[in-house]
């Protein structure tokens, strides 16, 4: 099967870098989305160089709406306060396609601190502004970015992927696998309340116990 | 030091009855609550029976508001549905305690979709109900009853403690030890919509993975 051509909107972002690389080094077609172009191509290079030689590397840059329109799916990893804005430029380009939201809704200064969106989640409000026609998944909300480029690191972290359509979520899965994770059937869309709001609770345990990238592991399954 | 007296409010139920039986084993005075004082006497001879021999059996059954009145700390574990009215119960014996609420928030039919109830979470409507002189804690939402009282069973689950009072949320992690199990500060009492709403989560893990007890696991502290 071909793999889907990959677009990662805030990719020159350290998360959205770090799977990007994960997933070129997997053999995934990506393009790197940015309000700047430029800076997305310099991402993309540098990326590029990260990938061990003998792989074909198939990674370029892009405007937010170029990688988008270009792409089969697309993945948002962008500051919440940035959502909207970026949905905007982005909203043709998704358009009957899987958008995995890696969006995660804090508010500063009280990060550790579960706070919850107007429209339930970040996702949930994707989903909303995308319309019916894209499929919204929310996924990878609970790893740290710390070590993602390090291609060899295991990250110890299962990604809770929820949404209202199962192909989608299968997709999800799929790149969780192919970025070294396990990926778990969460619910639909609406439980991503609590995928996203567990990124709040894991900072809080990050601060009191001095380490930088807990995670979570579902057990029994 | 002393260990407190505990008082399991809806001890006669799966999950308050396993943990009451925990507690009782590592040697804390347990008192079973229960609207009917005649089932609470009954479910607490039926736990001291389960108990290896040499221990001290220290578990005895009263009235919801005969067991809180006479514990040093409260641990609520019954239905959201009758939450309310059994805190109305027991409200007078829980001024100036511990509450530890074990409550999880559940709409049925659709048990596997996260629901959050008005007040936030179901342990924050028992901070309001009980007013600021209980120190409320959410503890030991995610785990399963399912063999809480095969008492060489290890539980594969953290409890996520969150709370507003440190003291308190000390009480709840050394219960969440003496019961066989790792406690992790998880923040502010607001955060519990969290652990509350992965219980949802995990349920629904439960019915697509065809098991009965997943968990989660805090990794990387």
């Given at each position: 099967?071909?793999?889907p051509?990959?677009?990662?909107i805030?990719?020159?972002?350290?998360?959205?870098s770090g799977?990007?690389?994960?997933?070129?080094?997997?053999g995934y077609?990506?393009?790197?989305g940015s309000?700047?172009?430029?800076?997305?191509?310099?991402?993309?290079a540098?990326?590029k160089?990260?990938?061990?030689?003998?792989?074909?590397?198939r990674?370029s840059?892009d405007?937010?709406?170029?990688a988008?329109?270009?792409?089969d799916?697309i993945?948002?990893?962008?500051?919440?306060s940035s959502?909207?804005?970026?949905?905007?430029?982005i909203r043709?380009?998704?358009?009957g396609?899987?958008?995995v939201?890696?969006?995660?809704?804090?508010?500063?200064?009280r990060v550790?601190?579960v706070?919850?969106p107007?429209?339930g989640?970040?996702?949930?409000e994707?989903?909303?502004?995308l319309?019916?026609?894209?499929?919204?998944?929310?996924?990878?909300?609970?790893?740290?970015?710390?070590h993602?480029?390090?291609?060899?690191?295991?990250?110890?972290?299962d990604?809770?992927v929820t949404?209202?359509?199962?192909?989608?979520k299968?997709?999800a899965?799929?790149?969780?696998?192919?970025a070294?994770?396990?990926?778990?059937?969460?619910g639909?869309l609406s439980n991503?309340?609590?995928?996203e709001?567990?990124?709040?609770v894991?900072?809080?345990?990050?601060?009191?116990?001095?380490?930088?990238?807990?995670?979570?592991?579902?057990?029994g399954?």
């Amino acid at each position: 099967m071909t793999k889907p051509t990959l677009a990662v909107i805030g990719g020159t972002g350290e998360e959205g870098s770090g799977l990007a690389l994960r997933w070129a080094a997997d053999g995934y077609s990506v393009l790197i989305g940015s309000r700047s172009r430029e800076r997305a191509v310099a991402a993309a290079a540098e990326l590029k160089s990260m990938l061990p030689p003998e792989l074909p590397a198939r990674i370029s840059g892009d405007s937010n709406a170029g990688a988008a329109a270009a792409a089969d799916v697309i993945v948002l990893s962008v500051p919440y306060s940035s959502q909207t804005g970026i949905l905007e430029q982005i909203r043709a380009g998704c358009q009957g396609k899987t958008v995995v939201s890696v969006v995660v809704p804090l508010k500063p200064p009280r990060v550790s601190r579960v706070w919850r969106p107007q429209g339930g989640s970040a996702a949930e409000e994707a989903q909303g502004f995308l319309g019916g026609e894209a499929r919204v998944v929310a996924a990878f909300q609970n790893i740290s970015a710390t070590h993602l480029k390090e291609l060899d690191h295991t990250v110890d972290c299962d990604i809770l992927v929820t949404g209202d359509d199962s192909t989608a979520k299968e997709t999800a899965i799929e790149l969780a696998r192919a970025a070294g994770m396990r990926g778990i059937d969460a619910g639909p869309l609406s439980n991503s309340s609590v995928s996203e709001g567990l990124t709040a609770v894991l900072i809080g345990i990050n601060i009191r116990n001095k380490v930088k990238g807990s995670g979570i592991r579902i057990t029994g399954v």
